[in-house]
């Protein structure tokens, strides 16, 4: 169904359940609970993944620090879930070797038991024996299907053999095996496309919001038309990450959920650099205690990512202050190496969904997830709170299982092994800015593209890799413009929007 078929279907039949927010977590339930036979609508106010799960730092990994902080659990079901990643969608997430320069030896030892008693706030600088060990579990919760390689641990002669440029204050160099997301808004998009091939039960539509409910009813608009117009759900499933508690006060409901806190990326045009890393995410710990990264994104190098508490989502943006601190850190690893503004290609800043804590550093607060439930009348409602990019099929099948319980349904099918966008026959990534005519045509009829920003900076990578030119803009937007029947004003305006957008959250001006 196109577009306005789909509006006009929810006018007729309202779904069983309706999901508002489509990041990762919002898409991986849609599709569970579709494979079940369920009814469900699933909107967001935006375009699919371009909120909180655009923003990532593009790993599928299990979180090798979260052992510090006892959380074992967390960190085998995140660790498995990077290997379903890996072997369901391998053309979208491949093995990553991460590299940690390390600078100390015994450094680190008290960490744990001092964050169980209370009594550190901000960890001491982990040295090269308490990495040893976590890595030790980490190879273990890989399991016996090896999908990834066992860590490596090197001297600083072998580790400044392999990384020349690499910074001879090293004492150690650690490698282990995570992944990489190629393209964490394809792999959404992907997940999409397989939930409506399922039939007419599964509905999605981006640029739709919540704007009301009561016990009976939600009322929805359009974005593009203004047009509202109600659906009486039987479940509502609240997974609209850091703006779940703004969801919730839509329905008359307040909560307080989430702590959010943003984390910032830079992207960088340094050949120097890229050539230095070869393959290998560089993965360690700056002075101040953050965990920080340098990241291979195809011909670019990625850096960040910051940790700081927010109260409004919206207004995320990778500030000067953050660009400086990750132009210094990559100093710390790499200092024959310069990095400066002029290298910058594209900046994001992203807000995480974390659960509402207390706790004063940002670094101590739960990745994981859980449910948390209200009523709006007859209707429950299940906020969806925290979780990893990684862990997202984990946690819509708990969603799922949780709804179907609700229902009175029994699960069909699991998704552990289902392969996402068809596995290895997934629509190739594409890294030139060479598209064809007949290319973007594919795109448009296959993925719900309203806006030109969503083809720019959600379904290609021509904006993440700095790739846009001003002709650039107008070529697609012409042949976009043609696609969906756009007026030449139309065409006028879609540019504008993203050459704003494009200069005010990214720091890119053409």
């Not at 960088?268 to 993965?283: S, T, V």
């Amino acid at each position: 169904m196109n577009r306005q078929d789909t509006l006009n279907s929810l006018k007729s039949k309202s779904p069983t359940v309706l999901i508002v927010g489509g990041g990762i977590n919002g898409v991986g339930t849609f599709r569970d609970l579709t494979l079940q036979g369920v009814d469900t609508l699933l909107i967001d106010r935006s375009d699919f993944c371009s909120g909180a799960s655009a923003a990532s730092s593009r790993m599928a990994h299990g979180g090798i620090r979260y052992l510090e902080n006892g959380e074992f659990r967390l960190v085998r079901e995140a660790v498995q879930e990077r290997n379903r990643m890996i072997q369901n969608a391998p053309s979208l997430v491949k093995p990553l070797p991460t590299t940690i320069p390390i600078f100390k030896t015994f450094s680190g030892m008290l960490n744990a038991p001092l964050k169980f008693l209370g009594w550190l706030e901000k960890p001491s600088e982990r040295g090269g024996l308490i990495i040893k060990v976590g890595l030790i579990f980490y190879d273990a919760f890989t399991g016996k299907d090896r999908t990834v390689p066992r860590h490596v641990f090197d001297g600083r002669r072998k580790a400044i053999q392999k990384y020349p440029l690499l910074n001879h204050a090293i004492r150690y160099a650690a490698t282990y095996y995570d992944g990489i997301i190629l393209s964490p808004e394809r792999l959404t998009i992907e997940l999409l496309i397989d939930a409506e091939k399922v039939g007419d039960t599964a509905r999605s539509l981006n640029y739709l919001s919540l704007t009301g409910g009561n016990a009976e009813s939600v009322t929805l608009r359009d974005e593009l038309t203004g047009e509202n117009f109600e659906v009486c759900p039987k479940l509502i499933i609240n997974a609209a990450g850091p703006w779940i508690d703004a969801t919730n006060r839509i329905l008359g409901k307040s909560t307080q959920y989430v702590g959010p806190t943003k984390g910032s990326h830079l992207v960088l045009n340094n050949p120097k650099l890229r050539e230095a890393i070869g393959d290998h995410e560089f993965f360690f710990e700056n002075k101040d205690g953050r965990i920080v990264l340098i990241f291979p994104l195809f011909d670019k190098v990625m850096i960040g990512t910051s940790d700081l508490p927010i109260n409004d989502p919206d207004s995320a943006r990778c500030t000067d202050e953050e660009v400086e601190y990750f132009i210094e850190m990559v100093g710390r690893v790499f200092p024959g190496i310069k990095v400066s503004r002029e290298q910058i290609v594209f900046r994001f800043s992203g807000v995480r969904p974390l659960a509402y804590t207390k706790a004063k550093n940002a670094g101590q607060i739960t990745r994981d997830h859980h449910i948390q439930e209200d009523r709006l009348g007859n209707i429950p409602i299940f906020s969806l709170v925290g979780g990893k990019w990684t862990s997202f099929r984990a946690f819509s099948e708990q969603v799922t299982d949780r709804a179907l319980e609700f229902l009175n349904l029994t699960r069909k099918t699991n998704t552990r092994s289902l392969p996402i966008g068809a596995g290895k026959d997934a629509m190739p990534i594409k890294t030139d800015p060479n598209y064809t005519r007949e290319e973007i045509t594919a795109i448009v009829k296959r993925e719900k593209i309203v806006h030109l920003d969503d083809l720019l900076m959600r379904r290609t990578l021509l904006a993440y890799l700095g790739q846009l030119t001003l002709a650039l803009v107008e070529e697609l937007g012409d042949w976009l413009g043609d696609e969906l029947g756009w007026s030449g004003q139309q065409r006028k305006e879609e540019e504008e929007r993203v050459i704003r957008i494009l200069a005010d959250k990214h720091g890119v001006r053409l």
